[in-house]
């Protein structure tokens, strides 16, 4: 069955490590996107790519860093600038453009202590 | 930019009646789409309904409707016969449909609305 896997779902790292967050797709999706949510909140976008090797900042892009080397692949990088990146991160794909609905990997809850 | 703004934090149902979620957004786009996603628990996101602004008619899934009031831009989700099921956080998002748009192929979201349904 086609879906979205995020590895992996729980995720500890001490203060200025960077961390990378996995996101691998099968539906042959063009776009794909990430995600940030915290406690009681809604989701934030923090980058999104339409095509292989081409990516935009979403709304809270600052201490964050992706690549699209695959159109399959679209991995996250948390780095040591991001403030508070202990939150629930979300991947998503969908088809470019048109009424397509984004679906959504399990995701992967991130400590940072 | 777009905002969707949903007012309600919380709202409860007891299984088997309705209960309706509010959501509005701000755009100057003429074209674009509107959903609904459902967060139960598990944490997994999972599309409940969709409607095209283009259309008038209200988007009908099953126990779930919607009432799109172009003007007022205003997105409300109906839930009938609620089950216990039903119990989950519920998203509002919005996502422009005119290419070269800032909003065309993102997904913008409200910040949600924890549905409860008690027994």
């Known amino acids: 069955d086609g879906g979205i896997t995020q590895s992996p779902k729980y995720l500890f790292r001490k203060e200025g490590q960077n961390v990378t967050l996995s996101c691998e797709q099968n539906l042959n999706h063009d776009a794909m996107y990430w995600y940030r949510q915290d406690p009681g909140q809604g989701l934030r976008l923090i980058y999104y790519s339409q095509i292989v090797n081409d990516f935009q900042k979403g709304d809270i892009a600052e201490g964050y860093s992706v690549s699209r080397e695959k159109k399959e692949s679209f991995p996250l990088t948390v780095t040591s600038a991001q403030k508070n990146p202990t939150a629930f991160y979300l991947c998503a794909s969908t088809l470019w453009g048109g009424n397509s609905p984004l679906h959504f990997g399990n995701g992967t809850r991130l400590t940072v202590t | 930019a777009q905002t969707v703004t949903q007012s309600q934090p919380e709202m409860s149902v007891q299984e088997a009646e309705t209960v309706t979620l509010s959501c509005t957004y701000d755009?100057?786009?003429?074209?674009?789409?509107l959903f609904w996603y459902k967060q139960p628990p598990s944490r997994q996101m999972i599309l409940v309904i969709r409607?095209?602004?283009?259309?008038?008619q209200n988007a009908t899934e099953n126990r779930f409707s919607v009432n799109f009031q172009k003007a007022a831009k205003s997105f409300s989700l109906k839930i009938s016969d609620s089950q216990l099921g039903d119990a989950a956080m519920y998203f509002c998002a919005y996502r422009g449909a005119n290419a070269g748009g800032t909003s065309y192929g993102k997904l913008t979201f409200g910040q949600g609305t924890i549905l409860t349904v008690h027994p």
């Open positions: 755009t100057s786009e003429s074209d674009y789409y």
């Open positions: 409607q095209e602004a283009y259309k008038q």
